[in-house]
Structures are given as structure tokens and as C-alpha cells.
């Protein structure tokens, strides 16, 4: 049939893109949303498609959480807190005052502010894998602001439909929210039990030759229970994968999963370019140059007083303050949630971040040598 031949044609097309963009060392996701704004001009967005982009983005999640135990994330959070706190007030927090001294009401001033807040995992875990050299306290910091993040952006999605009053606040929609937590929690705590108790039940269901689909299965379950809940579907996706990191050997689950992220996670980024509405223009005005400005510098920001406060010295904490710019996949499940030349504008402003991100994130060494010297020569002046 011809439609095996357009889907191998398709396919192929995407490898070759996503092949020459990392030559020129860019993510592919920068190529792939370009790709969906151009189809958008011409095609509406496919519901199919949309759901297989959204089955990749709670993959990736997945993969996410098999990084962390529960072990591990407490003692990341026990490191990271403040530097957490930090971030939501200055990149959550500062844009929503930002947006409202702009005019916007309070629901789009969270919204763009939950769009600002959360810095792309996957870019900035890629760019940080293809620098060896970095340092490795730069790493371990931003890789857990990173958890951080994603941690509490799946809480603000859970709210946002409340504040932007696509639904009505009631105590028994709260109350099933709150018993959607209690739920996953208590799953994940009496499943890491049976894990730890029946290791070998356990080594033979995953070994076994059809255990992806299990796994696949598994994933889309708890996302689901999530959604029946109210909550976000990548929270559900994260804890399970935080549950199978009681499996000792991870990286053979991640053998089984990455080809689905790697076939699925291209179509969320293509049908999120397809969201764009261009029929009035491009919002390139004042607002939009200010949140350009702002997302750059209150990450840098982030990054300095964060990161002095995760311990790092002054130099990294500057090179951190580099490495935080990109905005991207959950970013995206915001905008979800906007409609008409709103997507448009906190689109544009994604794109833009990631690839400025990217930008500051590869010249970062040369940009903190300078940036450090600088503050030198004003703490000499000063004294």
C-alpha cells in the first residue's frame, strides 16, 4: 500500500534532518519543530499525530525518572532546594510580574510564566553529555535543577487548568488530584517492595523477548491513571521510571525503550510546530523582545545565586548561569493548553530560547573567562 512507502519516505526524511543538524551540533528537535510550523502552513494538525507525539513525550519522561532513585532523589533535593526556590521565583515568579506590568491578566501571566520556568531536560542533558570537559560540579548542579524542575513543572501543569479556568475549582476535583498523588505514591512505595522482594520474578519478566511491550504498557498505564486523575501524564511515566530503577540493570530497559522515544518524541516536536497560527504575523514586538531578554537573564540568574548556593565557586556558578538558557518540552505541554495567536507568540519565544540556549550553552567557557574577569576587575575597583 502506498501509505508504507510515504511512512518509510517520512522516516527516512526525519533521520536525514535530525543527521545533518548534529553535524552542525543542533539538536534535532530546533529542525523538527521548523519542519512542523512549515507543514502547518499548508496541513492541519493530524489527532493521530498529536497522540503519537504525546506518547513520546511521556516516554521520554520515563527515561527520565529511570536516572534517579528514590534514594537518589532525596538526596538531590536535599542539595538542590534552594537553588529550586531560587528558580521558580526568579523564572516563574519574575515573568508573571513581567507579564502582568505588560497589561496581560493573571491566567496569561501564569501561563507564559510556567512557559519561562522549566529549562528543556532534553537539550540541556544532550549538550551536557557532548561536553566531557565540563566540570563536573557545573554538571551534577544543573543536572539536578533539572530534576528539580521536573518535578514541580508536572505540578503547576496540574494547576494551570484551574487558573486558566478551562475548568472550575471544586474541593472534590482537588480532592481527586490529591488522591491521584497518594495513589502514585503508594503504587510506587508497594511496587519497590515487590521488586526488592521478588528480584527474581522480577529478572525474568524483563529479560523476557517481548518485555518492551510490557514496559510500553506499563508506562501508558500509569499516565493514564495520572490523566483519570487529573493530573499531568508525564508524572505518571516519571515515577515508573523512578520505580524500575530497583532493577539493577537499567541500561537494558533503556535498550528497550529508546526506539520508541526515538520514533515517537519527533512527532510531538513536529505536531507542536503545527500548532503555530501565522495567519496574523509574527508577534515581534516589545513584550516579546523583553521575554527573550529576561528568559536569558533570569536563568543566568539561576545559575549564579543557585549555584553559590548548591556550593560552586563563583567561576562555575557564572558557567552554570550559561548552561540554563533553552526552553523546550515541557514548555510545550503549557502551551497545550493556550489556543490561537497566544501559541504562536510562547512558541516563537521557545524556539528562540532554545536556540540562543544552545548558542550561550557552546561558547560558555569563553563567555564565564570574560564575565569573571570582569567582576574582578569591579570587586578590585570597589576595594
Known amino acids: 500500500m502506498e501509505i508504507f512507502l510515504y511512512a518509510g519516505l517520512i522516516l527516512i526524511g526525519l533521520f536525514v534532518v535530525s543527521y545533518f543538524s548534529e553535524r552542525f551540533h543542533l539538536p534535532s528537535i530546533l529542525a ?3 519542519i512542523g510550523i512549515i507543514l502547518g502552513l499548508y496541513y492541519d494538525l493530524p489527532e493521530e499525530l498529536k497522540l503519537g507525539g504525546e506518547a513520546g513525550i511521556i516516554v521520554l519522561f520515563f527515561l527520565l525518572g529511570l536516572k534517579f532513585s528514590v534514594a537518589d532523589l532525596l538526596i538531590q533535593f536535599r542539595n538542590i532546594w534552594k537553588a529550586g526556590l531560587i528558580d521558580l521565583l526568579l ?11 505588560f497589561g496581560f491578566s493573571v491566567p496569561e501571566a501564569f501561563l507564559i510564566g510556567c512557559v519561562l520556568y522549566a529549562t528543556s531536560s532534553s537539550i540541556s542533558a544532550r549538550l551536557l553529555d557532548r561536553e566531557p570537559d565540563k566540570h563536573k560540579d557545573v554538571n551534577r548542579f544543573v543536572l539536578s535543577l533539572l530534576i528539580f524542575e521536573d518535578l514541580a513543572a508536572p505540578l503547576l501543569l496540574t494547576s494551570a487548568p484551574f487558573v486558566l479556568g478551562a475548568q472550575e475549582f ?28 521478588k528480584s527474581r520474578v522480577v529478572d525474568s519478566l524483563y529479560r523476557h523477548p517481548d518485555a518492551g511491550i510490557g514496559i510500553i504498557g506499563l508506562i501508558l498505564t500509569f499516565s493514564g491513571i495520572g490523566i483519570m486523575f487529573g493530573l499531568s501524564e508525564v508524572l505518571g511515566a516519571f515515577i515508573v521510571g523512578i520505580l524500575l530503577t530497583e532493577i539493577k540493570e537499567t541500561r537494558y530497559l533503556k535498550r528497550l525503550v529508546t526506539p520508541f522515544q526515538d520514533l515517537l518524541l519527533p512527532l510531538f516536536f513536529i505536531s507542536f510546530g503545527m500548532s503555530f497560527e501565522l495567519t496574523e504575523g509574527l508577534p515581534l514586538d516589545w513584550f516579546f523582545v523583553a521575554l527573550v531578554v529576561w528568559g536569558l537573564l533570569s536563568k543566568f540568574l539561576v ?17 552554570s548561569g550559561f548552561c540554563l538558557g533553552p526552553r523546550g518540552e515541557f514548555s510545550i505541554l503549557f502551551i497545550t493548553l493556550a489556543s490561537g495567536a497566544f501559541v504562536t507568540l510562547t512558541g516563537l519565544y521557545i524556539f528562540v530560547s532554545a536556540f540562543l540556549g544552545i548558542m550561550l550553552f557552546r561558547i560558555s567557557t569563553g563567555l564565564t573567562d570574560r564575565t569573571h574577569a570582569t567582576a574582578q576587575k569591579i570587586k578590585q575597583k570597589i576595594k
Do not use: D
Open 32 to 34: 523538527f519543530i521548523l
Open 91 to 101: 523564572s516563574f515568579g519574575g515573568t508573571f510580574l513581567l507579564t502582568l506590568a
Open 170 to 197: 471544586t474541593f472534590v476535583k482537588v480532592g481527586t488530584i490529591f488522591l491521584g498523588f497518594i495513589f502514585l505514591f503508594s503504587a510506587l512505595i508497594f511496587l519497590t517492595v515487590f521488586i526488592r522482594q
Open 303 to 319: 545559575g549564579f545565586l543557585g549555584g553559590r548556593a548548591f556550593g560552586l565557586s563563583n567561576y562555575h556558578a557564572i558557567e
